[in-house]
Nanobody
Framework: QVQLVESGGGLVQPGGSLRLSCAGS????????MAWYRQTPGQRRELVAV???????RYGDSVKGRFTVSRDDAKNIIYLQMNNLKPEDTAVYYC???????WGQGTQVIVSL
C-alpha cells in the first residue's frame, strides 16, 4: 500500500522561502515519477512540478524559476523548494504518484504579511 506524507507547510511572508517534503512508503521514488500539485478552495488541483524517474523535471509556468523539485533516493523523500513566494502561491500542496492514483494528505502553505 502506497502512503505519501507531506510536511513543511506554514505561514511565510511574501518573498520568503519554504521547503516541502513528501515521504513515501510502499513506493520507490527512484523508479517512479512523482509530482507536486496545489489546490485552493473552489479550484482544480494545479500541477506544480514533476520529478520523473529519470531525474528530469518539469514545472508549471507560474512557478518556473522560483520552485525546485528534488529527490533523496536514500531517504525516499521528494522535496519542493519554494523561493520568492507570492500570495498567489497560497494553497494546499499535495504529493502524488504522477502515473498512479496515490495522493498525500496535503500541507497548507500561506503566503501573507
Amino acid at each position: 500500500q502506497v502512503q505519501l506524507v507531506e510536511s513543511g507547510g506554514g505561514l511565510v511572508q511574501p518573498g520568503g522561502s519554504l521547503r516541502l517534503s513528501c515521504a513515501g512508503s510502499g513506493i520507490d521514488f527512484n523508479f517512479n515519477s512523482m509530482a507536486w500539485y496545489r489546490q485552493t478552495p473552489g479550484q482544480r488541483r494545479e500541477l506544480v512540478a514533476v520529478m520523473f524517474d529519470s531525474g528530469s523535471t518539469r514545472y508549471g509556468d507560474s512557478v518556473k524559476g522560483r520552485f525546485t523539485v528534488s529527490r533523496d533516493d536514500a531517504k525516499n523523500i521528494i522535496y519542493l523548494q519554494m523561493n520568492n513566494l507570492k500570495p498567489e502561491d497560497t494553497a494546499v500542496y499535495y504529493c502524488k504518484d504522477f502515473m498512479g492514483v496515490s495522493w498525500g494528505q496535503g500541507t497548507q502553505v500561506i503566503v501573507s504579511l
